[in-house]
Antibody
Framework: EVQLVESGGGLVQPGGSLRLSCAAS????????MHWVRQAPGKGLVWVSR????????TYADSVKGRFTISRDNAKNTLYLQMNSLRAEDTAVYYC????????????WGQGTVVTVSS | SYVLTQPPSVSVAPGQTARTTCGGI??????VHWYQQKPGQAPVLVVY???DRPSGIPERFSGSNSGNTATLTISRVEAGDEADYYC???????????FGGGTKLTVL
């Protein structure tokens, strides 16, 4: 069974940093692109970032480019999101999602971790 | 950047057919994916590549895509289908993934 479990969320002050993790199991992690998607309270889904198989190619939404860094450790089956210079508007539930094989959809999602940026 | 437009809400009676749209410039040239999200839960992929269904998704869920509009159709709607539905595409020009604003489906 495919499982994605996020962790690392919490309350952080504006300007602070946080690192999210997404532990993957039930599939060969190194064979799939991975993504982060966020959802602000009461709002819609917003794609944040994606990472290719070996971590050599990354893309970011304009709103987080230069502040967030996506990475992966295929030996540990784990995806990361390093978030720096956090702003109030980064407050959201952060989901990791698997890129579907042969499609650019997201076929499995974690349950999300909550990030709150507030003083 | 590429923009997807969805109606905020759609209402339908049980047993009827619900249709919700996703508008975008020449969206027919892109592959559209649809996600269902119930309150407090993670999104679930219900249609991918315009009209394909993941395993485990009922045949009642179907999709189409042409011109400037993609459509998600839910036949024989059940109370359990009440949720937010999001369309999504990959924008090749920016290498970004884009979601529509979402449509809340209410089962009357």
């Amino acid at each position: 069974e495919v499982q994605l479990v996020e962790s690392g969320g919490g309350l952080v002050q504006p300007g602070g940093s946080l690192r999210l993790s997404c532990a993957a199991s039930g599939f060969t992690f190194s064979r799939y692109w991975m993504h982060w998607v966020r959802q602000a309270p009461g709002k819609g889904l917003v794609w944040v970032s994606r990472l290719n198989l070996d971590g050599s190619s990354r893309t970011y939404a304009d709103s987080v480019k230069g502040r967030f860094t996506i990475s992966r450790d295929n030996a540990k089956n784990t995806l990361y999101l390093q978030m720096n210079s956090l702003r109030a508007e980064d407050t959201a539930v952060y989901y990791c999602a698997r890129g579907a094989s042969g499609s650019n959809s997201h076929d499995y999602w974690g349950q999300g971790t909550v990030v709150t940026v507030s003083s | 950047s590429y923009v997807l437009t969805q109606p905020p809400s759609v209402s339908v009676a049980p047993g009827q057919t619900a249709r919700t749209t996703c508008g975008g410039i020449n969206i027919g040239s892109k592959s559209v994916h649809w996600y269902q999200q119930k309150p407090g839960q993670a999104p679930v992929l219900v249609v991918y590549d315009d009209s394909d269904r993941p395993s485990g998704i009922p045949e009642r869920f179907s999709g189409s895509n042409s011109g400037n509009t993609a459509t998600l159709t839910i036949s024989r709607v059940e109370a359990g289908d009440e949720a937010d539905y999001y369309c999504q595409v990959w924008d090749s020009s920016s290498d970004h993934w884009v979601f529509g604003g979402g449509t809340k489906l209410t089962v009357l």
